[in-house]
């Protein structure tokens, strides 16, 4: 046997164990770019550094198209704030309307964003207070709403009951510039069935009360 021959084939097999290991090492070093499995190559979000809530459709209950063309049809007076009229409480019902019945924190924080990208120039989140003040009236709406068919008297006392727990919610200002002229329409209706009830009354008497209730509301300018 050739020893120089044999020399030569242990130094080139020493070589080459030397670079599989080399190989060996640098693979189980870097597995990140190995690794084959289904969860590796699933690609995931990675950490947010400015903590804000991330908005996705896909993954979470929010119905965002919505609520952004519903909240994004609210304007503005001219002196920057909102304008607060029966449309705007409409609209902010509607929205309500489609949110889910009982939202996370996070959900609820994912909801305040929303409302933020859409009215930026809403510094003092006016929107987003009224928003979640009808949303809590709802609530406590429910808990004195009658289970029960009411009478003339009972209704109109669950009018005013209403407007009190709406003016300790949003204020006595602002429940008259939202919800004024429907207060109006309600009276108006309660005013006409008593009108309408009153047995002391004749019909030509009735006919008077009655132009007289409709000329009060429509100089409020509901109809």
């Known amino acids: 046997m050739n020893t120089q021959n044999t020399k030569v084939d242990m130094t080139s097999l020493g070589i080459i164990l030397m670079y599989a290991?080399?190989?060996?090492a640098f693979i189980y070093t870097h597995t990140w770019e190995f690794q084959t499995s289904d969860q590796s190559l699933t690609w995931q979000q990675p950490e947010q550094s400015n903590k804000k809530p991330l908005i996705s459709p896909a993954n979470y209950?929010?119905?965002f198209a919505g609520i952004e063309q519903e909240l994004g049809?609210?304007?503005?007076s001219d002196s920057g704030?909102?304008?607060?009229?029966?449309y705007t409480t409409t609209t902010l019902l509607r929205t309500l309307?489609?949110?889910?019945k009982n939202m996370s924190e996070d959900t609820e924080l994912r909801l305040r964003y929303l409302i933020n990208q859409i009215h930026p120039f809403d510094k003092n989140n006016q929107i987003e207070a009224l928003l979640f003040n009808y949303r809590k009236y709802l609530k406590a709406q429910t808990k004195i709403d009658p289970r029960k068919e009411l009478t003339l008297a009972e209704?109109?006392?669950?009018?005013?009951?209403?407007?009190d727990l709406k003016e300790k919610i949003f204020g006595k200002e602002v429940t008259e510039k939202l919800f004024g002229s429907r207060h109006d329409l309600a009276?108006?209706?309660?005013?006409?069935?008593?009108?309408?009830?009153?047995?002391?009354?004749?019909?030509?008497e009735k006919q008077?009360?009655?132009m007289e209730l409709g000329s009060e509301l429509k100089a409020q300018s509901v109809i």
């Open 187 to 204: 009276f108006y209706i309660i005013n006409l069935r008593k009108v309408m009830r009153n047995e002391h009354l004749s019909q030509i």
């Open 21 to 24: 290991l080399v190989i060996v």
């Open 61 to 63: 209950d929010l119905a």
């Open 81 to 86: 704030g909102i304008v607060l009229n029966s």
């Open 155 to 163: 209704s109109e006392a669950l009018l005013l009951k209403k407007i």
């Open 97 to 100: 309307e489609k949110l889910p």
């Open 73 to 76: 049809s609210i304007q503005y």
């Open 208 to 210: 008077k009360k009655i």
